[in-house]
């Protein structure tokens, strides 16, 4: 037969329960027997109503579910409704690139005026670097001996012999040794003769008197007459000086110009 322990468990055993090991008092039976045969007496209410949608217990005349919102009268769900509560903004967009400036518009083209194919086309006019002379001149170009002796030059003198006579068309004429890298070309060149700078002397003449101007020689510019001897003075760097009837123009290391009209048939 069941007993009923102290704690409520139902034992098989009569003395000791089967689950807790305590003793089970005499009388134990009846109690467990009375509690087998009691009826629920737990009240139901009849006036409920359980939710289709939930299960959940309603009052009998609630037109709506307390849980879950179920419409008793239709038999439909509430509709949801959209909630803005929680709803963010959509984050902001890149604003559109800025359009790019439209380029300068090109400047309108001028038209140049056409030319007329007949009209007369005057030549501009030669201009000379310097005016050419009336009645020519020349300029004799020795090797002097003597001068070179008087210099103590140690570049070995050419023979001497017949001058070189060159032609003086206009009115200044450079006196120095050619050189084309420097562009130099003098009127009277004695490239021969290396004691004479490039861009040694130069003669002008108004027509009838010649005179010669140092241009800052390495050796200078002498005049002297054939009959008074060798010169001893040069001529001042930057100064004109006439060059006298009678008179010679010594320079470089062996070099004596005479300036003198050109005979018939020279020029």
Known sequence: MARTC????TSQSEDYCDVCGLAIEAGSEASAEADATAPDLTPVRPDT???PNC???NPDDALFCEACGYDYTTGTMPRAVESSIFTLPPPPSDPPPAPAPAPAPAPAPVAEPEADPDAEVTPAPFVSP???LERPWVAEVWIDPDWYHDQGSSDPMPSP?????VILHRTSSLVGRAS???GISPEVDVSG???VSRRHAQLTTDGTRWFIEDLGSANGTYIGSAT???PDDPVPPGQKREIAAGEQVYLGAWTRIVIREAAEGEA
Not at 6 to 9: L, R
Not at 161 to 165: A, C, D, I, K, S
């Open 161 to 165: 012999g017949m001058p070189t006579v």
């Open 228 to 230: 008074a001897g060798l």
């Open 55 to 57: 299960s959940a217990a």
């Open 49 to 51: 109503q359980q939710c």
């Open 180 to 182: 084309r890298s420097r």
């Open 6 to 9: 102290p704690d409520g468990h």
């Open 193 to 195: 003769d290396p004691g």
């Open 130 to 132: 310097t005016p050419e």
